[in-house]
């Protein structure tokens, strides 16, 4: 198999995730967008890995540490939506202004 | 072509349609289920690759975990899960235009940079369980321990945020 078979395919599915990042409205919606482009990156590590038939695993136990941080990363992203949507009443990233400069409104 | 490369380019196929319709559909329950057959084609593309622990990491948490954490978050926090989200194209244009930069810009890069390179497949050592195990607990064992450490710190983070009240903001 070519090696650049897989990342072509992490490529355009790193795309994806960034259009997804920059299209969508809601917050978790937008975390969907993030594990899109974790994922793309771990294809990335594991088809590395199968290239260079690396003794150490290094590309594989990167790939399931990545995993472990995404698991982490979306907890704690969503307890803070979750926090965010009881005193907010919403989840739209662009509307959590509390913290903007109010002079430049 | 080999059955390889079919069955590569079908899950490859399978991968992407479903991950443009996470990022396209106004349904928010459709797009976390189109999550589930994303990751699930990602995980095939591991087993493909030899990466067969990773593989099935990858059902675990992200099938398993995080889309259940993702379908949770959308029921908690958006009580009609009806169709809506519809973004204009004010929105839809500036973010396909740098999707479609980004993507041409990897792409075009990793396949001119990688074009003669080929993997061995029948060459390459199978990440099974053991193997993985072996190579986590000889090799990577101080990672580990401090990944686990990382893990413990957004678990009380996580529980921290949730007892947070509405008084606090």
Known sequence: MPLWWPLLLASLLFALGVYGVLVRRNAVLVLMGVELMLNAVNLNLVAFDAQLRDVLHAGQTLALFTIAIAAAEIGLGLAVVLLVFRTHGHVEPARLTSLADRDVE | ?169
């Open chain 2, 1 to 169: 072509m080999t059955w390889v490369g079919a069955v590569f380019w079908l899950l490859a196929a399978v991968t992407l349609g479903s991950a443009l319709l996470v990022v396209t559909t106004s349904n928010l329950v459709h797009a976390a289920l189109w999550l589930v057959v994303t990751l699930g084609g990602v995980a095939g593309v591991y087993l493909l690759l030899a990466a067969e622990f990773v593989a099935w990491v990858q059902v675990l948490v992200y099938v398993g975990a995080v889309v259940v954490l993702l379908l949770f978050a959308l029921m908690l926090t958006q009580a009609p899960t009806g169709p809506h989200d519809r973004p204009g194209p004010a929105r839809v244009l500036p973010a396909a235009g740098v999707a479609t930069l980004v993507a041409v810009l990897l792409a075009s890069t990793v396949v001119a940079g990688f074009h003669g390179v080929s993997i061995d497949l029948d060459a390459a050592v199978v990440g099974s369980a053991e193997q993985t195990g072996e190579t986590i607990f000889r090799r990577w064992v101080l990672p580990f321990e401090v990944l686990s450490v990382l893990l413990l710190a957004a678990l009380v983070g996580a529980i921290v945020l949730s007892r947070l009240r509405g008084e606090e903001r």
